[in-house]
């Protein structure tokens, strides 16, 4: 029962997933919206497919993404920028139509309406978030750091208190 319970929350920390502010496009900005999100939760395998195609495409290594300066990341968005921009979003519209029908569009929104620094760290989250080495690292921690752990419920009273 009480590992069911660990991990059930891991499950749910991963499946919350991660947003990120994008400037609203002209029509809401009208309407006094000046930002919209958007979430990049777990992948299903044909978004992975897609979104793998598309960042292979550019050839990046992940030790690039990690470590990268102001000057390789401009260097790398002059070459890349579209491809990366075309990952994040099919990444974010996680649906077979949705990406058929939306990614070009929403790469393109992204690429003219979020900062760089955004796309490349949204494209990091990706790589790292959906790899499977990562995701059991990730629940190992969890399962030795007892974070989940329903009987850590908060501070500990200090005895003679």
């Known amino acids: 029962m ?3 319970t660990e991990l059930n929350a891991a499950v749910s920390i991963l499946e919350r997933g991660i947003r990120a502010k994008v400037r609203a496009p002209f029509f809401l900005r009208i309407l006094g ?3 919209i999100s958007i979430r990049i939760r777990k992948l299903y395998a044909g978004t992975l497919l ?3 195609a598309a960042y292979l495409a550019t050839g990046i290594k992940e030790e690039e993404l990690k470590e990268v300066d ?3 990341a401009l ?13 994040v979003a099919i990444a974010a519209l996680n649906s077979k139509w949705k990406i058929r029908m939306f ?11 979020m900062h760089w620094r955004e796309l490349f760290a949204l494209l990091e989250f990706i790589l790292v978030y ?15 750091a007892k974070i989940t752990d329903p009987s850590n419920l908060g501070q500990n009273k200090k005895k003679g208190s």
């Open 103 to 113: 990614s070009k569009m929403m790469a393109s929104f992204l690429v003219w309406n």
């Open 130 to 144: 959906n790899g499977t080495s990562d995701f059991m690292n990730t629940t190992r921690l969890l399962r030795a």
């Open 2 to 4: 009480k590992h069911q």
């Open 33 to 35: 919206r000046k930002h």
């Open 50 to 52: 897609e979104c793998s």
């Open 70 to 72: 102001t000057e390789r």
């Open 75 to 87: 260097e790398l968005m002059q070459l890349h920028g579209i491809k990366i921009a075309e990952a």
